[in-house]
C-alpha cells in the first residue's frame, strides 16, 4: 500500500484576508463620502471583494465615524471648548427645528383622478370660467 498522500495545493492567489487598520480605512473613506469603487482602489482590492469582506463597515461605517465625531465634539465642549460648545447648540437648534418641521408637514391626501378633474373644472378662471350668479335685490353684498 501507499503511504499516506498529501493533499494537493490549492492554485490561484490565496483568498483576501481583512486587517483591523484596512476595516478602519473602510469606515473612515465611507465618512468621508468616497465611493465603494474608490475605496477599494486605495485597499488594491477589487470592488467585489470590498462588498464581500467589508459589509458591515459599508453599511454602518459612516454612522459609526458619526458617533464617534460627536463623542469627541461632546469630550471638547466639556473641557472648555466654546466652538464646540457652540457647535453643539447648533446642531441641537437644526435638528429640533427638523423635528417640528416634519410634524408640520403633513401631506394632503392623495386624490385619485375623478376628483383631481372636478376640482381643476371647479378652479376655472379666465375666458372659460362659468359665469357669477346674479345679485339679489334683497342681499346686494
Excluded at 6 to 33: A, N, S
Excluded at 46 to 71: M, N, S, Y
Excluded at 116 to 131: H, I, M, R, S
Aim: aromatic share 4%.
Amino acid at each position: 500500500m501507499t503511504e499516506k498522500q498529501t493533499p494537493p495545493r490549492k492554485r490561484g492567489r490565496p483568498e483576501y484576508r481583512p486587517k483591523l487598520e484596512d476595516r478602519q480605512t473602510v469606515e473612515q473613506m465611507k465618512f468621508c463620502g468616497e465611493s465603494d469603487n474608490t475605496i477599494a482602489r486605495a485597499l488594491s482590492i477589487d470592488p467585489d471583494t470590498l462588498r464581500k469582506h467589508f459589509v458591515d463597515e459599508l453599511a454602518d461605517g459612516h454612522a459609526q465615524r458619526r458617533k464617534e465625531v460627536i463623542g469627541l465634539l461632546f469630550k471638547s465642549a466639556r473641557d472648555g471648548n466654546v466652538a464646540a460648545q457652540k457647535k453643539l447648540e447648533e446642531m441641537g437648534r437644526l435638528a429640533g427645528a427638523a423635528g417640528v418641521l416634519k410634524d408640520r408637514e403633513k401631506k394632503a391626501p392623495k386624490l385619485g383622478k375623478k376628483e383631481e378633474q372636478k376640482l381643476a373644472a371647479a378652479n376655472v378662471d379666465g375666458k372659460y370660467a362659468p359665469p357669477k350668479p346674479p345679485k339679489l335685490v334683497v342681499n346686494n353684498r
